[in-house]
Nanobody, 127 residues
Framework: QVQLVESGGGLVQAGDSLRLSCATS????????MGWFRQAPGKGREFVAA????????NFADSVKGRFTISRDNAKNTVNLQMNSLKPEDTAVYYC????????????????????WGQGTQVTVSS
């Protein structure tokens, strides 16, 4: 059984930084791309960032490009999302997700590509 547990959320002011982490277990972590998604109140879940199984390829939503970075540590089975220059519109519940299949170099952006999800961690950015 795959388990993903996010941590690192909180309440910050605009311009601050936060680092989210996602610890995984239950499947060979290094075989799968990992993604971060978020859901703001009253909105659907949206793609934020993703990283390939090796860490060599990444993909970002336009809204976070240049402010967020994603990294992974295959030895520790963790994926991180470094969020800088946070804005009030970044306020959301952030979810990490694991790809459903091995993809050679591809970094999927769609929810349907991921079959395992964490419970989410709240990020609130005040103005």
């Amino acid at each position: 059984q795959v388990q993903l547990v996010e941590s690192g959320g909180g309440l910050v002011q605009a311009g601050d930084s936060l680092r989210l982490s996602c610890a995984t277990s239950g499947r060979t972590f290094s075989n799968y791309a990992m993604g971060w998604f978020r859901q703001a109140p009253g909105k659907g879940r949206e793609f934020v960032a993703a990283i390939s199984w090796s860490g060599s390829s990444t993909n970002f939503a336009d809204s976070v490009k240049g402010r967020f970075t994603i990294s992974r540590d295959n030895a520790k089975n963790t994926v991180n999302l470094q969020m800088n220059s946070l804005k009030p519109e970044d306020t959301a519940v952030y979810y990490c997700a694991q790809d459903r299949v091995y993809r050679r170099g591809a970094v999927p952006r769609t929810e349907g590509a991921y079959d395992s999800w964490g419970q989410g961690t709240q990020v609130t950015v005040s103005s």
